[in-house]
């Protein structure tokens, strides 16, 4: 498809790397695209960043009808830039639209906007230590009428933003409340959609969490309190009597990139890899006989989040003294170095822009 670019007058001045954070500054320029239920996917335009104009009846408004997605491009050493695994966040973009009744992307036409965007925007991408150009492209409905229905229009749109390195004061473990009373999601609900709703319904008890003194809670399934899920917005791992246990994709569970990447590292280097079903039971039982080695969350953001302390119905588990295991830094060095190209990616996961 043709894109139409429309670009900046005024080109921004690029941050210096020690000020980024996350998600605060954005670049020149974004691409969007509309769909109609008659015409299909047109007018593709990278135009200047700006406010997006919408209709107080859009449907992304009243009814949520929104997903996104969470991806990043890379700086190499030789200059060159590169992102990790992009086709996986086109397919799965395609799985959440279809959930919420969202128009899907042909993946070649994902792939050749994404690609088109990032290149134009490439110079965006910091060189710092562990710094990287964070990619969100979302799509929301946008009929201008207050009926619900399977929406007739909606828009795609891909913002960036350089980001600051997630570890800057160096990977310190986490405690995690584990939460029992609100869930994220529901077998048959949007668990697996990457899709704003979950964000805003899980807010509640990650802020009481935080009151706290806890980074973010460990949810547990939505119908028994049973089964454990995720992390915050992260999937979870653990190290359990010398295995690797990570609660299988049950519907629930968003299928994070990061986590499959992991359970192939893990595979390769000779791991033992369990996808099942794991109870809170189980869990509170190694916390304490001392078989639970290592717990670790995984996702875009930080890669892999080691689990310091786990607290559970009021009683504090350290895990590991408090410190990165030895696995979950095994995977932090494989998957940074291939994200980096700083080891060779002997998986096919880079895509050079
Ligand atoms: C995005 C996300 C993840 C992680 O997915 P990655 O593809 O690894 O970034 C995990 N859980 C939730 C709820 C998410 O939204």
Known sequence: MEIKITKAAVLKEKPDSSTLGFGKIFTDHMFMMDWNSEKGWYNARIVPFGRIDLHPASTVLHYGSEIFEGLKAYRRKDGKVQMFRPIENIRRMNRSAERLCLPEIPEDLAMQVLTTFVELEQDWTPSAEGTSLYLRPFMFGNDESLGVH??????????????????????????????????RAVRGGTGYAKCGGNYAASNRAGERAAQQGYSQVLWLDGVERKYIEEVGAMNVMFKIGGKIVTPMLSGSILPGITRMSCIAVLKDKGFEVEERLLSIDELEAAMENGTLEEAWGCGTAAVVSPIGELCYKGVKYPVNNGEIGEVTQMLYDTLTGIQWGKIEDKFGWIQEI
């Open 150 to 183: 399977a929406v007739h229009n909606a828009t795609y749109v891909i913002i960036a933003s350089p980001v600051g390195s997630y570890y800057a004061e160096g990977i310190n473990p986490v405690k995690i409340m584990i939460e029992d009373q609100d869930v």
